[in-house]
């Protein structure tokens, strides 16, 4: 079984810095491009930023492009969303995520979601 589990986020004002990370269970992990996503109250479930297995290729949402940066451990099984110059707009729910294949099957797995508010 694949879990997902996130760290860090919370509340900080406008033009500070957070840094989210997400541990995966499994020794595959190395083998799958890892992303995140983010969902504002009342909003749909958006792209924020993915990364490739080896990290070596990264994908930014227009919208944090710049200011977010995805990585990733693949020693430690985790990756990173370090966020800065953070807006109002940044506030919501944000979820790991990762297409794999367990036991033959692909399926999306997420992780238990983190808050990150942002104070104007």
């Known amino acids: 079984q694949v879990q997902l589990v996130q760290s860090g986020g919370g509340l900080v004002q406008a033009g500070g810095s957070l840094r989210l990370s997400c541990a995966a269970s499994?020794?595959?992990?190395?083998?799958?491009?890892m992303g995140w996503f983010r969902q504002a109250t009342g909003q749909e479930r958006d792209f924020v930023a993915a990364i490739t297995s080896s990290g070596g290729n990264t994908n930014y949402a227009d919208s944090v492009q710049g200011r977010f940066t995805i990585s990733r451990d693949n020693a430690k099984n985790t990756v990173y969303l370090q966020m800065n110059s953070l807006k109002p707009e940044d506030t919501a729910v944000y979820y790991c995520?990762?297409?794999?294949?367990?036991?033959?099957?692909?399926?999306?797995?997420w992780g238990q979601g983190t808050q990150v508010t942002v104070s104007s």
């Open positions: 995520n990762s297409r794999m294949l367990v036991n033959g099957i692909w399926g999306d797995y």
């Open positions: 499994g020794r595959s992990f190395g083998s799958y491009a």
